[in-house]
């Protein structure tokens, strides 16, 4: 029969879920402390420092600190080791530059931080998937479970993996997870393919003649540029980009002259944005046709305009192999019914791309909502306590059933 938590309607099969069930209690009253104390990313020395004590309780056999600056790496060795094989699990730990407006008693103590994405959440989960592996030990290999700093625009994936992560530990494969608002508690999904994003920065700098506004034929005005320039971009995606792929470009903010010098034309306009692609193609086509374009529009006025555009972080491409073995031990968990195999992508990105650049692996999203819940990112959202012990048991059967034990 299915295992329940006291008091809850979230209901899933196994032995991990029942078992971490019992800890929801302590699991809770963890993730709120982090909650209570958001750190940003490279700076989550509070929260690496909670991590690396409740995994000495936890009884794993090693623990590493400081790799990628503040990221916490803990190792536990199964029941047996004939295996020798190695599997990864990931959180992130870091939060986010917002001021929460929630009212509970676990809310931010720290002004204009906080947990708006669940961070705490998923470290939480991690510990508790921690806690049962250590103290059961069924499977036959290595669990190496990676916390991890500065996903929030910090690139701490890539921090961690330059600072030796896959040579210190070099795992088969790599889960992670994140919660996902829009999706009930009890489901689950991923694809065996592009799940989120490449996020790309662009900065557009228009150079002209400043002058005076009354005087406008004397100057060569940015300004106009630079609205020609937005408007020109928006026909990247239609006019170049092929119907059946995906792109997104939005320029999100200008800057230009003074408020309140309002007859002063500037010399310069600055234009800053993002695009967000799945394939290096569509990518490399939108860098290309952004600075074709910018640059052309720009010298039809007699300016000039320079395009940088910073490749932030890549694609979050599953591996075909590990998304479908993935979506298996989740249907163990939670039933055919509640999982989602074909979920459709999304254009935001995350930075454990670059940990499945360098091996195979599968992120996936546990539902934590349903309809009308707070979305990632608002200052009222907060992280679903009840689905702790299903993604711990996620976690935890994901090295189960990787690296089985032999029957006896």
């Known amino acids: 029969m299915p295992a329940s938590i006291t008091g809850s309607p979230l209901k899933a099969n196994g ?4 078992h971490i069930s019992q800890f929801l209690p302590e699991l809770t009253s963890f993730r709120r402390d982090l909650h209570a104390h958001p750190e940003l990313g490279f700076e989550e020395r509070y929260t690496g420092g909670r991590v690396k004590t409740a995994l000495e309780v936890c009884g794993v056999d090693e623990i590493h600190t400081g790799i990628g600056k503040t990221g916490v790496v803990g190792v536990i060795r199964g029941r047996e080791n004939s295996s020798g094989r190695i599997v990864g699990l ?3 730990m870091d939060a986010l530059t917002m001021t929460e407006q929630n ?6 103590t720290r002004h204009g931080m906080m947990h708006g994405c669940g961070h705490d959440g998923h470290v939480a989960m991690l510990v508790g998937a921690a806690r049962y592996l250590a103290e059961t030990r069924e499977f036959d290999g290595t669990a190496v479970l990676i916390f991890q700093p500065g996903e929030e625009g910090f690139a701490g994936a890539k921090a961690m993996i330059e600072d030796g992560l896959f040579e210190r530990f070099p795992v088969e494969a790599v889960y992670g997870m994140h919660n996902w608002p829009a999706m009930k508690p009890g489901t689950i999904g991923t694809n065996p393919g592009p799940l989120m994003a490449a996020a790309d920065r662009v900065t557009i700098e228009i150079t002209g003649k400043g002058g005076h506004g009354a005087h406008a034929y004397l100057a060569v005005d940015p300004v106009v540029v630079a609205a020609h320039i937005i408007t020109a971009v928006q026909t990247i995606v239609s006019r170049n ?3 059946v792929d995906s792109a997104v470009i939005s320029l999100c903010a200008m800057q230009a002259g003074d408020v309140q010098a309002m007859s002063v034309i500037p ?4 234009l800053v944005g993002t695009v967000r692609t799945f394939s290096a193609e569509v990518q490399d086509l939108v860098q290309r046709r952004l600075t074709e374009l910018c640059s052309a529009v ?3 006025f007699g300016a000039t305009a320079v395009v940088t555009y910073d490749r932030v972080y890549p694609a979050t491409i599953n591996s075909p192999r590990e998304a479908l073995f993935a979506a298996n031990v989740a249907e163990s968990l939670v039933g055919a019914d509640h999982v989602i195999r074909d979920m459709d ?3 935001g990105a995350e930075d454990f791309s670059f940990m499945l650049q360098v091996r195979p692996g599968a992120y996936l999203r546990i539902g934590q909502g349903g309809e009308g819940s707070c979305m990632l990112h608002n200052s009222r959202y907060d992280f679903n306590d009840e689905i702790l012990p299903l993604g711990s048991a996620l976690h935890a059967s994901l090295i189960e059933r990787s690296m ?3 029957q006896r």
């Open 15 to 18: 032995r991990a879920f029942a």
């Open 90 to 92: 990931r959180a992130d």
């Open 298 to 300: 720009a010298l039809g």
């Open 103 to 108: 009212e509970f008693a676990w809310k931010s």
């Open 345 to 347: 992508p999304s254009m």
């Open 241 to 243: 980009v092929r119907p």
């Open 404 to 406: 089985p034990l032999a």
């Open 267 to 270: 010399g310069k306009a600055t």
